[in-house]
Structures are given as structure tokens and as C-alpha cells.
């Protein structure tokens, strides 16, 4: 029998305290001097028995004023752009790059001259094949990827180059796009450059009927086909490694005819049609010639993304994308981030069903299904108050779609504590009876209050210490998630007591008309049912683990600790903590056709390396390089800031300036072959000119034939203004008031091309930064602000995410390990049991974030908050072990480890069942945030889990605290959180009936009434009740005896040989537990 059904059984035959107190008062009961407990949490567990429907209606009359102020006066989060926040800001490089982009916007304080014409020339707007009957919209290469674009495949994996394939890829595409209505109706070129309603699609068939001079993709045969493959072998080397920019502006003849007809054919199939190896196998002389893949792109503007997304929704995306011959693998429609905001809220479908599974657990667990609603009701009103917080209290104006992964967390935690809540209260039950309702939410919320706060604020602290990071995202999920988590431990400790008290109270109530018979019924049953289907998993908490933990302990140690060394060895040696190699994020699972195209299939073609050019740096002086925008609002990047301190006139100037720019060009990351502007050259070579404007005919005196350099200030001054306004210098900028100079650009190229690589961008940034920061420091003091910075770059911004995120991972995690140990330390009270705890939860977490390295997972945004979230999430499970281990009332380690692993083993496990079913749930989703954040929910849980029962259970019996051992003294205002002995206080007289323990000791499990007692007491009294009466109470202690026996060898105990720690400790316990049993067994 349990003891949530004994405390059940005892409340049927006793009544109210009022009511036992009046009766034992009429028998003349003896009374009880044990200490009372007092103080705040006395007086805030006799609030919760009487005053628990203000508490519950203080909880829902705050929540709903909450709620109704944050939609009221702030608008709803708005997921319409996914990747936004995804940044660094107040970063050494953000901050350059934010001041420069400042420097470029800004109207109010500086003026730039006029920049310099761009000579080169435009883009060639052809119409092609007009005699032939296909007709393009001027060439692909015009709209470059302003268009969309599908990636097709051979369903077998094989030659797309066959006349079969080809024609397949034309009739999908007319199927899928083109025949669609709203294709028609917005397609590019309509009725202008083209006699149809609508151009031919940039395919390979196309451009093979183009070229054979057919009307049709339909129309070619497999001789067209080998026609085409032969010009395209013979234009190959001419066209390889060479934009459409370059081909315009060839010299004639260069390119011969057959590679130029049709404007440019051959190059716009290699180019954009078929991937970059094709053209590689050729040059390498490979036959057969074969690809894989070839694109279409579809003559539609980006910018139509409402008929995008009705073709896509409507034609691709309910299909299996294949005709049987060939199939699409990847599509860039331009709609990635409108789709992800309604497949955000879709996928919320499978969260909805991870809730009703963890629902009904709790259900099952704590029988009772007003208990349940009110877990729920926590979990909803934890992210509705964590919202108010984040928007209201904490003013964040930023809130991420990555907010949305609060809520598997708060059901994770939230049911976690349900369920240890719900144990404790039964166990208290048990130990106490029904009568001192006051003294029995007291005991439950002792032992409840220490247990979650510390995990509630490990957890939180786990999340908090990531506002560290300099990532806009991350920062914003700290908070959210943090405030989420402690408000779920405030209402677990105010609206969770007071229904369960609530309940309490109902049950009395509804009880009071029963009579011994239905009493004696329900118990029959009850125990079948337990005996079928409870008893045999409570062997396995209560015999079969505490068995295993006991005799396999080094096996454990020896285990756990050689997985600890494996996953430190993974993290930080091989294969490490890939940092992300691209700078697009992942928002859809990798098999989603959009994924596909970003992360697959686009490096295949020679059109995705047009962007690879060499890096340009730019060195500036005159603006502070300070990021002086909101860093919560990705929006929001400040003002320009100039340097009051920049000056340029003086000779000493001018001198260094000149000699600067010298330098540069004989460095070795500098480009030679690309001009390098620097404004001071070209003005000492306009001062030597002579005084006859080429252009004018006019004087330009004094700004000429001037070679002693450096110049006058004043002269320096007059000339450029004058040169100025010629727009000769376009690096320069001028204050719009008074016009004068505050700014200064020196650009170049560099000899680092343009990548996404982290060991790229590290080696181009500590090459060039390093040299210019030392050459500035010498500069004269009006110069000594200057910055280097690779403006427009995005490799090097990406570069600064990935350095941010490695960086404040590691500080992360290190901030949340220190503050768990300290809160650790504070509330348990016991350096032993703390170091043990440390250990194991240490050796979780690498366990945990080495099994993410070898699932091949890179540190980007998500995983790096996700890392971070381990060490709160591995704490919980050894807390609570530990806790358990300090309140056990023997002194001895075995039998401290024993009643932990019994008390608290069950309630532990549901609770990792539930969060394990939790992530378990949300893996079919199709964003993959949330595929992410299940994994790793049920890896942590599984990990932390066994990592807490045996690795953590096999250090405390190995070298846990004996006694007093290791114990650290605790301040007498923390009450609440006390685990030790308390100062007596004054006695306070109590009738004996009243069951009161003493309010600093936990509950002896051996006092308790055990299932087989009740049961054979059942059985006697229906045979002979009155001659069996005083037998069952001698069998009761002679069972108690035993009991205690086996629990601690070296201890024996009876009811006249206690010890008298056991007497001082226990004995009021043992005689009202004594008491009560005779009560029981006699009908009374």
C-alpha cells in the first residue's frame, strides 16, 4: 500500500484536528512538549491552510492584470523575419562596422563628396532567341538571383544530361510553376521584350532548343542533346572562372562566336545551369560527360512573394516533387522566412501534444485531476508573467522567435516540480497524518522550497549568465527563459499549495459520511490494484536500484568517471566544437527543399562563388568607433559619433599620413594589383601639377607647382577645399556647417579572398588589425583614433559571431558552474555532499555536450544557448537526490544514500519521463529550433538522470559526509532553508493526538505503517476482531522492530531499549505514529 493511500485510509478514520483534539481531550491524552515550529515559513504554511482561496485568487487576478496591460499596451511578438537579432553587438568589430555603415547614412553632420563615376560598363540587355521561338527576359545573368530558382535531380541518382531527363525537368517545371495562374499574371517581361504571355524559363532544355534552333524544350532529340554537349566541351575553357562582367568587356575576338551566340549561351549554362564540376570535368578531359543536378530559374520578381508562396504552397509543397524520372531537391523562392512564421505556429501542434502526454502522467502520478489542471495553469501563467517581466518590467522591445523554446523548457521543469511536490506532500502525509493541516504543509514546503529553489535558480542562473554573450538573440532568450523559470517556482510555491490544500480540504469533507465498511473496500481494492500494477515498479525504486548502487558503486565511479574524461577529450581536443562554416542560418529541418538550396546545393554552381572577390579594408579617422544603439533592438544602431579630437593640417600631418600610406603598399596582405586610395598621394600630385587647369583653362594658383612637401597649414587648408570641389577626393568627408574636414578614408584591397571560414577571417583580421593598430599608435595625437575595418564585408562579421559565440559559451558556462556550487553550498550545507554533486553534474554536462559534437552539430546561435542551458538542466535530478541525502535522519552514508534513492527515485523518474516524451514529441517539427531543443532534452534528461542515481548516489555512499562531517554553519534567518538541527525554542503545550514531528528532522521511514501491517490487520478483523486486536499491535512492533533493524545494523531499537537520540529525536514521532496505529487497527 502506498503512502498517499494510508495517509488516505487515516484520514477517513480521523477527523478534523479540532474535532481529535476534543475526543483525546475526553480520554484524558497526555501532552506533547516537543518544540513548535515558527517563524516566516510557519506563519506562511498557516496562511496557505486557512487564507488558500485568497492565495489562489491573488494568483489568478494577477495574472489576468498582466496579461490584459502586456497585450493592451504592447503589440504582439512578430516572427516575420527569423533571422533577425542573429548579430553581435558591442563588439570590437560590430562596433567598426556600425560606425562605418553611420558614416555612410548620415546626412545631418557630414557631407561626402560626390563619389566617382563607375566606368565600367553596364550590364547588356539582349533579347535572345526571338527567330527560334525561345525567348528569355533579357539573360539570366541580369537578374542574377533576383529570381527563383529550382535545383532537379535524376530520382535514381544519375545522369540529368539524358534527352529524357531534360524534358522530364521541363514538364515538372510547367506543372509545378508556369501553368500556375498567378505565374501568368506577374511573370517578368510581359507583352514588352516578348510576343507571349509570358518568357521562357532559364532551363537547360531551353537553352538546347535555343541553340538547335527548336521551337521548345519538347521538341529536342537526343542529337541535339550530344550538339550541345559538343559546345559546350569546346567553350568551356574559355568561359571557366569568368563573370558575365568580364565576357562584356573582352576584347573582340578573345571569345570565339559559337561561345558568344545567343548572348552568351554556353557561359549561362556553365555559368548557372549546371554545377561547377561539369565545367571541371571537361577541363580535366573526363567522359562520359555526366551532372547530377541542373537548375531552372524562373523569369518572376523575388519580389511577388505572395504568388511565390501561393505556387508553393498550392503546387510544390503537397507534391512528392517527381514525375518518376526526375525529382526537385531544392528551391529558393525567396519566401523562407513568411513560411517559417506559420510553420513556427504549426509546429506548435506537436508541443500541444507533448503537453497533453505530460498532462496525463501527472494525472496518473498524483491522482488527482485538479492537481493536474493546476500544473497546467503554472506552466501557461509562468510564460504569460515571464512576458510581462520581459516587455513591461525589464523594457525589452526586441522579443525572437528563439523565445518560443520556453516553452518546452517551462513543461520540462514545471512538471519536474509537480511531481516532487506532489511525492513530498504524500510522503508528509504519511508521516504526520491529516490533523495539523498548518504542520503538514509546513513539512511538505521545507523540504519542496529547498529542493526547487535550488534547481529553479540553477536553471535560471544558467540562462541569465548567457546575457554575457554579445549576441542579440541569445541575450533575449536569457531573460524570457530565466524569468519564466522563477516565476514558474513562485507559482509552484503559492497556487500549487493552495489548490492541493484546497483538495485537501474537499476530501475531508466528501469523506466524513463514509462509514469502516466502504473504508474497508476501497482498501481491498486498492491494494490489488497496487499489488498488480504499483507494487512491482516500486520494487525496482525502492530495492532493485538502491541493490545496484550499493554493491556496483566502483563500477559506477570507475564508469561515470572514464565517460567524464572521454567527453572533456571530445570537447576541447577531438574533433572539438565545430564553430559554423556558413553564415546562413538553418530555420527548416536540412531535408527541407529551401534548406537544401542554402546548404547544399547552391556551392554547386559556379554562380555562388561570384561573391569570393578579395576583401577590402578601410582605415578611418575622425569617427569613434563605438556601437552606441540599443543592443536589445537589432534595428536600432545608434548615431555617428565624430572624434572632437581629430585634426589634419599640421606638416607633422601630412608627413605621416604620406609615410603611412607608403608602408601599406609594402605589406604583403595588400593587393598590389588594386589601386590604394589614399587621398594624401593624390593631393601631393595635384599641388606639383601646373597652374593650368587640363580641363578649365583656368589658374589654379596657389594650388600648384608646390613640391615643398609637407605644406603650409594654411595652404593645405585652401587647396583642399578647392581640389574639393573638383571631386577629386571622394574618401573625405566635411562637416556640413562649416565644412570642414573630419574624416578621413584610406581603402585598399587585400590579398584575403572574401569567405565564411573562421580560420580565414582569424588569420585575415590578426594579419592586418594587429600591423594598423601599431602603426596608428604612433601617429600624432589628433591620429591616434584611427580603426581599421573591412567594410561591407559580411565574412568578417560572420567571423565576429562565431568568435562571440566561443567565447561566451566558455564564460557561460563557467559563470552557471560557479553559481550552482555556491547555491549548492548555501543550501545543502555540506562541502562533501556539494563536491559530490559538483562532480557528477560536471561530468553530465561534458557527457551531454560531447554527444552534441559527435551528432555533428556546429556552435551556432541556438546551440550555443542550448549548451549553455545544460548545466541548469543537469542540476535538477542530483539536487534532489542531494537534498534528500542531507535531510536523511540516519547519520550513516549507506543508509543517508538508501533513503534518498527510496524517497525520491519515483517521483524523479516520472519526471524525467516527462520531459523526456516532452522533446521526444516535438522531433517531427519542421523548424528546426525546435527539432534541436528535443534532442537535447532527451539526451540532458537521460544523461542527468543516470548520472544523478548512480554516479552521484555511488560517490555519497562511497565518500559522502558521515555524521556532521563537512557540514557548514547556517545564519538563523535562513529558516526556510535550514536542513540541520534548529535552536530549541520555547515549548508550546499540544494535546497528544495532534501528530507533530519535530519540524528539523525528516520522516523515519521505519515508524510508518507498511503495507503488509495494513493488510493483515485487514484480514484479522474480519476473522476475529476482537481477539485480534492486541495482537495486531504487538505484530506491529515487532514488525517496526525488524524493520529498523534492517535499516541500520548497529542500531537497535524497541519500544522500552531506544536510545536516547532515538528518543530525543523520535519518540514523540514514534508514539503518535503508535497511536495512531492502534487507532486504526481498533476502529476507533
Not at 443 to 466: E, G, P, Y
Amino acid at each position: 500500500m502506498t503512502s498517499a493511500h494510508r495517509a488516505s485510509m487515516n484520514g477517513d478514520i480521523l477527523r478534523d484536528s479540532h474535532e481529535d483534539a476534543r475526543r483525546e481531550n475526553l480520554k484524558g491524552g497526555g501532552i506533547d512538549t516537543r518544540p513548535r515550529p515558527g517563524g516566516v515559513c510557519f506563519m506562511y504554511s498557516r496562511i496557505l491552510a486557512r487564507f488558500w482561496y485568497v492565495i489562489c485568487l491573488l494568483v489568478f487576478l494577477t495574472v489576468g492584470a498582466y496579461t490584459t496591460l502586456s497585450l493592451t499596451a504592447y503589440e504582439l511578438p512578430d516572427f516575420s523575419n527569423p533571422s533577425e537579432g542573429f548579430e553581435t553587438r558591442g563588439t570590437v568589430i560590430q562596433s567598426r562596422l556600425i560606425s562605418l555603415s553611420n558614416l555612410m547614412e548620415d546626412e545631418d553632420q557630414v557631407v561626402s563628396l560626390p563619389p566617382a563615376v563607375y566606368n565600367s560598363q553596364p550590364r547588356i540587355k539582349r533579347q535572345a532567341g526571338t527567330d527560334a521561338g525561345v525567348q528569355f527576359c533579357y539573360s539570366i545573368e541580369y537578374w542574377g538571383e533576383l529570381v527563383p530558382v529550382m535545383v532537379f535531380e535524376k530520382v535514381d541518382g544519375g545522369n540529368t544530361l539524358t534527352t529524357l531527363a531534360i524534358k522530364s525537368v521541363c514538364t515538372t517545371g510547367e506543372q509545378l510553376v508556369t501553368n500556375h495562374p498567378l505565374f501568368m499574371s506577374n511573370c517578368l517581361c510581359v507583352g514588352i521584350y516578348t510576343d507571349r504571355a509570358c518568357p521562357s524559363t532559364w532551363s537547360l532544355g531551353n537553352y538546347i532548343a535555343l541553340l538547335s534552333n527548336k521551337s521548345s524544350c519538347a521538341d529536342i532529340t537526343d542529337d541535339d542533346v550530344t550538339s550541345t554537349m559538343i559546345i559546350l566541351e569546346y567553350c568551356a575553357p574559355y568561359l571557366h572562372n569568368i563573370t558575365r562582367l568580364e565576357l562584356s568587356s573582352a576584347a573582340p575576338g578573345s571569345i570565339p562566336a559559337e561561345c558568344s551566340q545567343h548572348d552568351f549561351a554556353a557561359h549561362t549554362v556553365l555559368y548557372y545551369l549546371l554545377p561547377a564540376v561539369f565545367t571541371q570535368d571537361i577541363l580535366d578531359g573526363v567522359t562520359p560527360l555526366e551532372s547530377r543536378i541542373n537548375a531552372v530559374f524562373y523569369p518572376i520578381d523575388s519580389q511577388q512573394k505572395d504568388a511565390l508562396e501561393t505556387i508553393y504552397t498550392e503546387n510544390i509543397m503537397p507534391v512528392s516533387y517527381e514525375d518518376g524520372i526526375t525529382t526537385v531537391k531544392a528551391v529558393n523562392f525567396f519566401i523562407k522566412f513568411r513560411l517559417f512564421s506559420s510553420n513556427l505556429f504549426a509546429d506548435t501542434l506537436y508541443m500541444g501534444i507533448g503537453v497533453g502526454l505530460v498532462f496525463f502522467l501527472i494525472w496518473v502520478y498524483t491522482g488527482s485531476f485538479l492537481v493536474t489542471l493546476t500544473a497546467l495553469f503554472n506552466m501557461i501563467f509562468s510564460l504569460v508573467l515571464g512576458y510581462v517581466f520581459y516587455t513591461v518590467v525589464f523594457g525589452r522591445p526586441f522579443f525572437p522567435f528563439g523565445n518560443s523554446m520556453t516553452v518546452i523548457l517551462v513543461i520540462g521543469v514545471g512538471a519536474d516540480d509537480t511531481f516532487v511536490f506532489m511525492d513530498l506532500w504524500k510522503q508528509s502525509r504519511a508521516k504526520l497524518g491529516i490533523e495539523d493541516l498548518p504542520l503538514l504543509v509546513y513539512d511538505t514546503l521545507r523540504h519542496a522550497s529547498v529542493t526547487m529553489f535550488v534547481t529553479s535558480v540553477t536553471t535560471s542562473a544558467a540562462l541569465f549568465a548567457t546575457v554575457v554573450s554579445h549576441t542579440t538573440v541569445v541575450k533575449c532568450f536569457a531573460v524570457f527563459a530565466g524569468t519564466s523559470i522563477i516565476m514558474n517556482l513562485v507559482l509552484t510555491l503559492t497556487l500549487l499549495p493552495a489548490v492541493i490544500v484546497m483538495q485537501h480540504k474537499i476530501t475531508l469533507c466528501c469523506c466524513r459520511s463514509r462509514k469502516q465498511r466502504s473504508t474497508t473496500t476501497k482498501s481491498k481494492c486498492t491494494i490489488c490494484l497496487n499489488n498488480i500494477l504499483f507494487k512491482p515498479i516500486s520494487v525496482v525504486f525502492e530495492r532493485v536500484i538502491p541493490f545496484l548502487v550499493s554493491k556496483l558503486r566502483y563500477l559506477w565511479i570507475t564508469l561515470f568517471t572514464l565517460l567524464m574524461i572521454g567527453g572533456a577529450y571530445v570537447i576541447f581536443f577531438q574533433p572539438g566544437f565545430q564553430l559554423p562554416s556558413q553564415a546562413d542560418f538553418q530555420f527548416f529541418a536540412i531535408s527541407h527543399p529551401f534548406e537544401q538550396y542554402d546548404f547544399v546545393y547552391k556551392d554547386h554552381f559556379s554562380f555562388s562563388e561570384e561573391d569570393t572577390y578579395d576583401a577590402k579594408g578601410t582605415i578611418i579617422w575622425g569617427v569613434q568607433a563605438v556601437d552606441n544603439g540599443n543592443h536589445w533592438e537589432p534595428g536600432d544602431s545608434g548615431t555617428l559619433i565624430l572624434d572632437d579630437s581629430f585634426q589634419f593640417y599640421e606638416t607633422e600631418h601630412q608627413t605621416w599620413m604620406l609615410n603611412f600610406c607608403a608602408e601599406l603598399r609594402n605589406q604583403s596582405f595588400v593587393n598590389l594589383g588594386e589601386p590604394v586610395r589614399c587621398f594624401i598621394e593624390n593631393f601631393k600630385d595635384y599641388m606639383e601639377m601646373s597652374c593650368t587647369n587640363p580641363r578649365t583653362g583656368e589658374d589654379v594658383s596657389p594650388c600648384c607647382n608646390q613640391f615643398d612637401f609637407p605644406y603650409d597649414p594654411a595652404l593645405f587648408d585652401l587647396c583642399l577645399y578647392a581640389f574639393a570641389t573638383e571631386d577629386l577626393f571622394p574618401d573625405l568627408f566635411f562637416e556640413r556647417n562649416n565644412s570642414r574636414l573630419v574624416v578621413i578614408n584610406v581603402t585598399f584591397t587585400t590579398t584575403f579572398s572574401k569567405s565564411n571560414l573562421y580560420s580565414s577571417n582569424d588569420e585575415f583580421w590578426k594579419s592586418v588589425n594587429p600591423w594598423m593598430e601599431e602603426k596608428i599608435s604612433s601617429a600624432p595625437d589628433p591620429l591616434h583614433n584611427g580603426w581599421f575595418i573591412s567594410g561591407f564585408n559580411n565574412g568578417l562579421k560572420f567571423y565576429d559571431l562565431q568568435q562571440s559565440l566561443a567565447s561566451g559559451t566558455k564564460i557561460s558556462m563557467v559563470i552557471t558552474l560557479a553559481i550552482a556550487s555556491g547555491v549548492l553550498l548555501l543550501v545543502i550545507q555540506n562541502v562533501l555532499i556539494t563536491i559530490c554533486a559538483m562532480v557528477t553534474i560536471t561530468s553530465a554536462v561534458l557527457v551531454t555536450v560531447a554527444s552534441l559534437v559527435l551528432l555533428g552539430w556546429e556552435l551556432n546561435i541556438i546551440e550555443a544557448t542550448i549548451v549553455t542551458l545544460a548545466v541548469g538542466l543537469s542540476v535538477d535530478f542530483t539536487i534532489h537526490y542531494g537534498v534528500a541525502f542531507k535531510l536523511s535522519p540516519s547519520s550513516d552514508r549507506d543508509q543517508r544514500t538508501r533513503y534518498s534513492l527510496t524517497t525520491m527515485t519515483a517521483a524523479i523518474t516520472i519526471a524525467a519521463l516527462s520531459t523526456f516524451i516532452a522533446g521526444a514529441i516535438v522531433l517531427p517539427a519542421t523548424v528546426v529550433v525546435y527539432y534541436q531543443f528535443g534532442v537535447f532534452l532527451m539526451l540532458v534528461v537521460s544523461i542527468s538522470w543516470s548520472h544523478g542515481t548512480f554516479f552521484f548516489q555511488a560517490l555519497c555512499i562511497t565518500i559522502g559526509p558521515q555524521g556532521r562531517c563537512g557540514d557548514v554553519p547556517c545564519l538563523p534567518c535562513c529558516e526556510c532553508c535550514r536542513l540541520g538541527e534548529k535552536p530549541k525554542k520555547a515549548v508550546k503545550p499540544a494535546r497528544l493526538s495532534t501528530v507533530i514531528q519535530s519540524h528539523d528532522n525528516p520522516p523515519l521511514a521505519s515508524f510508518i505503517v507498511t503495507e503488509e501491517r495494513v493488510q493483515t490487520s485487514i484480514g484479522q478483523n474480519n476473522r476475529d476482531q476482537a481477539n485480534s486486536q492486541n495482537h495486531q499491535v504487538q505484530n506491529g512492533v515487532s514488525e517496526r522492530r525488524t524493520s529498523h533493524r534492517n535499516g541500520s545494523a548497529n542500531q537497535g531499537y524497541n519500544d522500552s531499549h531506544e536510545t536516547q537520540e532515538q528518543r530525543d529525536r523520535y519518540g514523540y514521532l514514534y508514539l503518535n505514529q503508535i497511536t495512531l496505529d492502534r487507532r486504526y487497527l481498533t476502529g476507533q
